[in-house]
């Protein structure tokens, strides 16, 4: 159970960073989609970082982003 993934979104540059998604555990086996909405006016470009945290246990398997206008 403590095991946690974190999404975090930047829009300028990995200056700051916003949380997108929160994975917590248990973990294995996991599906979970996320939309973001809160994307600034005028944003082209986006850094996705995950921080994980836990047991030493927690583990991304796959993933996929998508974006649309």
Known sequence: EKDLIRAL???DAGKTWQEAARLA???PGRTEYQRVETI????RHALLRFE???NNTIGIQSFRVDAEE
């Open 9 to 11: 979104l930047s829009f």
């Open 25 to 27: 555990g248990p973990t």
């Open 40 to 43: 600034p006016e005028g944003a």
């Open 52 to 54: 994980l945290t836990g």
